[in-house]
């Protein structure tokens, strides 16, 4: 049972325009959210993240958005570039357990940014 | 650099050898653990570490040991491998203790079991 979905597997977007990543999740006790990057042959890396006590988190060009009546995040890219294109990883945990101990992941976004 | 490194990087091997990922963190950190990535999955946790001497299952624990002996190592076995072991495997550490401290991974190893 996925606890974190990604349903859409990709997306494309033309350079300089938005892009946006979504993630809904299930479990009502997550309370952190954090998106990782991942490009091909690489590790993930640590995108952003954003507390349950927020509904916006912005990192320059990126902004995680907070909706927890619907369990529902998004990333947004502006504007996108196509270094951008990665694989996204949206990930979630409960505080109250050592985050760290227990962060679920979702599937990934292929993201795909064309010049 | 701070950084995690694993090895190997790729590996083949047969269907109940023994074999060892390494995972070493030049960090400090006190938290590792392993990760698998499959195609449709996403990652998933196979074990986890909080300090030296304590670790714990994560959701695919099965056919997998661990040990953490001393802060910086943090191996995965694979005491009898098998196919459905496939898969690419990464390593991660972080401080620990703080969920505002994320994950640093390792750049994966990709293992193939026939």
């Known amino acids: 049972d996925q606890q974190v979905k990604q349903n859409s597997p990709s997306l494309s977007v033309q350079e300089g325009r938005i892009s946006i990543l979504n993630c809904d999740y299930t479990?009502?006790?997550?309370?952190?959210f954090l998106w990782y990057k991942k490009y091909p042959a690489e590790g993930p890396t640590f995108l952003i993240s954003?507390?349950?006590?927020?509904d916006k988190n912005e990192d320059g060009r990126f902004t995680v958005f907070l909706n927890k009546s619907a369990k529902h995040l998004s990333l947004h890219i502006v504007p996108s570039q196509p270094g951008d294109s990665a694989v996204y990883f949206c990930?979630?945990?409960?505080?109250?357990?050592?985050?760290?101990?227990?962060?679920?992941f979702g599937k990934g976004i292929t993201l795909s940014v064309r010049p | 650099e701070a950084q995690v490194t694993q090895n190997p990087r790729y590996l083949i091997t047969v269907t109940g050898k023994k074999l060892t990922v390494t995972c070493s963190q030049n960090?400090?950190?006190?938290?590792m653990s392993w990760y698998r990535q499959d195609p449709g999955l996403g990652l998933r946790q196979i074990y986890y570490?909080?300090?030296?001497?304590?670790?714990d299952k994560g959701d695919v624990p099965e056919g997998y040991k661990v040990s953490r002996k001393e802060k910086r190592n943090f191996p995965l076995i694979l005491e009898s491998p098998s196919p459905n072991q496939t898969s690419l495997y990464f390593c991660?550490?972080?401080?620990?203790?703080?969920?505002?401290?994320?994950?640093?991974f390792g750049n994966g190893t990709r293992l193939t079991v026939t």
């Open positions: 954003i507390s349950s006590i927020k």
């Open positions: 991660a550490s972080s401080p620990g203790g703080s969920y505002n401290s994320p994950l640093h």
């Open positions: 570490s909080m300090n030296v001497e304590v670790t």
């Open positions: 479990n009502s006790m997550f309370d952190y």
């Open positions: 960090m400090n950190h006190e938290y």
């Open positions: 990930a979630a945990s409960q505080s109250n357990t050592g985050a760290n101990s227990k962060l679920t």
